[in-house]
């Protein structure tokens, strides 16, 4: 018999050490295609050529017979994640990897919001104080009238709230089909949305930049399995700090590869968000485990 998740920590920051490394590996491979290729065709790229994960399950997806609350569903999330996806692809040629990926931390902040306005779900005085002190990195973060805030932020900031968008309309189709369908039908009618944005800004690609973008689709899918490895093998609460080294290692790598300078104020507004997201996550586990503000699972 197989051990209880929250009986095998070890594998469960394991597979999220793993997760965090194809979660920044994904976030340099775009890093380096950079703005040679605009964003709405890089992104496209990268769904494009990350069907060819989707094979397993083609069978699943031509049986499925969605019903109008599916459809509508699968539309809406495919529309929010379309346009977080080219603002993220945008974001990651203008601002340095080390802001990304702390300005990503922000996803479940919005989930925790998005979930109390639009699903009905109790935001008590801690887990709103814990949004403020998120709220408050971010702004350490961003230094408005002490730097510029450029488009690059300002993209990132629409991409954290439309992933979470995403995520929400995602837990509500979880309802209706299994985990897998709904990343499919993700893909699907992302690639699909993009299409026409990728068309009307086109330009010629070489074998070397498609290698790139397909490495990017491959770490993306890696990721996503890594996390889902390490959700079940242990309780969210042990697997969570672990996803604090993706800012270290984008730093690292932001330095060591791109010739980033470190900030030191964005590794504190990072981590004041980790901390809070930490507390909202260990406020879900005390409370009967109830999954309210889930982890960074939406796919980029």
């Known amino acids: 018999m197989d051990a209880a998740p929250a009986h095998r920590p070890v ?3 394991l597979w999220m050490f793993a997760t965090g490394f194809s979660f920044v590996a994904m976030t340099a491979g775009v890093k380096h295609v950079g703005a040679e290729v605009p964003a709405a065709q890089s992104a496209f ?3 494009a050529l990350g069907l060819v994960f989707l094979l397993p399950l083609v069978g699943q997806i031509t049986t499925l017979r969605p019903g109008r609350t599916v459809l509508w569903l699968t539309t809406l999330r495919g529309i929010v994640h379309t346009g977080a996806v080219i603002l993220w692809f945008y974001a990651m040629t203008q601002i340095p990897l ?7 931390y922000l996803n479940p902040i919005y989930v925790t919001l998005g979930a109390a306005l639009f699903l009905g779900e109790k935001l008590a005085l801690r887990r709103l104080i814990a949004v403020g002190a998120a709220l408050l990195g971010a702004l350490i973060i961003l230094r408005p009238g002490f730097r510029e805030i450029s488009p690059g932020h300002i993209a990132m900031l629409g991409t954290a709230a439309g992933l979470a968008a995403s995520y929400l309309v995602a837990k509500r189709l979880s309802s209706e089909l299994n985990a897998s369908t709904v990343v499919a039908l993700l893909s699907l009618t992302v690639t699909i949305m993009l299409a026409p944005f990728a068309w009307a800004v086109w330009v010629p690609v070489t074998g070397h930049q498609l290698f790139w973008l397909f490495l990017v689709a491959g770490f993306a899918t890696l990721g996503h399995y890594t ?11 042990v697997t969570q700090p672990v996803t604090f080294l993706q800012l270290l290692w984008a730093t690292l790598l932001g330095a060591l590869v791109f010739g980033e300078a470190v900030d030191g104020w964005v590794i504190l507004g990072g981590g004041i968000i980790m901390s809070a997201v930490l507390f909202i996550t260990w406020r879900e586990a005390v409370i009967r485990r109830r999954a309210v503000t889930p982890a960074l699972d939406v796919l980029r």
């Open 11 to 13: 594998a469960g920051i």
């Open 45 to 47: 790229l990268r769904f």
């Open 98 to 104: 080390a802001e990304v990926t702390a300005m990503n």
């Open 227 to 237: 996390m889902t490895r390490a959700f079940a093998a242990a309780p969210v609460t």
